[in-house]
């Protein structure tokens, strides 16, 4: 039977975590070791969650100080054993039975030997798990795209061992999300990037959530522009440093290209030239094309 590790982070969850536990429990056909950091929660998630570890023996508990969701995903990761398979879990959700195996069935199918990422849709609910909406992964899949802007929820994500210890390897001093960091890295040095249409998972959104569908718009929106205009290079070329410092020997010539020319752009024309005209370097939105195409005109991409 295979075997995944599911990497749960922890914040202030009482209301929701011992369901989201529970359906990560009863997952069908794989044999699951759940591993739940507590990122500095200051309601009762932790009496909750110990408890729970007390009753079952596969359950790993640890507390952390709080360093955000993205750093305290990527300590779990750090901490992780030896496994087939790791998927990535909010506090908040419930899973469907089969989400597991059916992310490893279609890992298993395309993997051969490489590093693997599973990415799947998602049914968004509400609060009391009535269905809102169902989202599909949008966006140019592949690495321009994901360059462009980043399609993965860290919560459908599963890989294999093989992209775990490439993320292992390399800790980077500059991150915004560990979903889109780990799907950048898998892209950048030749992975599988697998996407499912269907969905397994009720995605819930409510008023406390760390993470989630509501921060897709002017909330967003606004934070993106907050982060370009306080930093004097942009968000994009700090992720190219990071992937050519961390994978410099890994990257395809494809990914190679990208990262070179994002990190020069703002003093080079022909490279800034090169990513205006890249007809891969794009996202499947035409408005986002055309904020993307301002933001490198004005060095803010």
């Known amino acids: 039977m295979n075997n995944v590790q599911v990497l749960l982070s922890t914040y202030n969850g009482e209301k929701y975590v011992k369901e989201q536990i529970e359906s990560i429990l009863k997952q069908e056909e794989v044999e699951v070791a759940l591993l739940v950091r507590d990122d500095g929660s200051k309601d009762k998630t932790i009496e909750i969650v110990q408890e729970l570890a007390k009753a079952n023996k596969n359950i790993t508990f640890y507390k952390g100080k709080n360093l955000g969701p993205a750093r305290s995903f990527m300590d779990l990761v750090n901490q992780t054993g030896e496994f087939s398979y790791f998927a990535f ?20 199918q395309e993997e051969k030997g490489k590093p693997s990422l599973y990415l799947s849709a998602l049914n968004i609910v509400d609060e009391n798990l009535n269905t809102i909406k169902m989202k599909q992964v949008e966006g ?38 560990h979903d889109s960091w780990i799907t950048r890295v898998c892209y950048a040095i030749g992975g599988n990037v697998i996407i499912d249409e269907n969905t397994y998972i009720q995605y819930r959104q409510h008023t406390n959530n760390v993470l ?15 982060i370009a205009f306080q930093q004097k290079i942009s968000m994009r070329v700090n992720i190219a440093k ?32 090169w990513l205006l005209k890249n007809k891969k370097f794009r996202s499947t939105n035409a408005i986002i094309n055309a904020k993307m195409k301002m933001a490198i005109l004005i060095n803010k991409f």
């Open 89 to 108: 879990a909010d506090q908040d959700d419930v899973w469907q039975p089969r989400k597991l195996i059916s992310a490893i069935y279609k890992l298993q």
């Open 140 to 177: 140019n899949h592949c690495f321009e795209g994901e360059m462009v802007k980043n399609f993965a929820t860290g919560c459908t994500q599963v890989f294999n061992k093989l992209l775990r210890d490439k993320i292992k390897n390399y800790n980077p001093t500059y991150l915004i999300m």
């Open 212 to 226: 989630g569908y509501k921060d897709e718009g002017i909330q967003k929106l606004k934070k993106q522009f907050k």
């Open 242 to 273: 990071e992937l050519k410092k961390g994978y410099e020997k890994e990257l395809t010539k494809e990914a190679k290209e990208v990262i070179e020319n994002l990190i020069v752009y703002q003093q080079n024309k022909k490279a800034k030239k």
